[in-house]
């Protein structure tokens, strides 16, 4: 069964910069768009970064453009979230997902059906 497994959390200053890690397997991560969400308390989750089966291809959502950086290897089945410049309000739950069998609309954040069991980030001011 798919398995998503991710570290890396931990409470940081604001401007500090944090790398998350999520292991993925029982699926053919070659084919996947991956992704990372995050959940602060209180709010909805809300997709920030995804990436296309490839790697060549990643998306961002405004607020963490050009502070955020998603990345995968297909070697180790790993998909990485770096965080720099972080902000308080960066502070969340962060969740790794799949997508299996993916070859378009990577970006489409809705159409992400597995989710690993997350990893807290606190960004303190």
């Known amino acids: 069964q798919v398995q998503l497994l991710e570290s890396g959390g931990d409470s940081v200053q604001a401007g500090g910069s944090l790398r998350l890690s999520c292991s993925a397997s029982?699926?053919?991560?070659?084919?996947?768009?991956m992704g990372w969400f995050r959940q602060a308390p209180g709010k909805e989750r809300e997709g920030v970064a995804s990436?296309?089966?490839?790697?060549?291809?990643?998306y961002y959502v405004r607020s963490v453009e050009g502070r955020f950086t998603i990345s995968r290897d297909h070697g180790k089945r790993t998909l990485y979230l770096s965080m720099n410049k972080l902000k308080p309000e960066d502070t969340a739950m962060y969740y790794c997902?799949?997508?299996?069998?993916?070859?378009?609309?990577?970006?489409?954040?809705?159409?992400?059906?597995?989710w690993g069991q997350g990893t807290q980030v606190t960004v303190s001011s």
């Open positions: 990436i296309d089966s490839t790697g060549l291809s990643t």
């Open positions: 029982g699926f053919t991560y070659s084919r996947a768009c």
């Open positions: 997902a799949a997508r299996p069998d993916c070859y378009s609309d990577y970006w489409v954040f809705n159409r992400y059906n597995y």
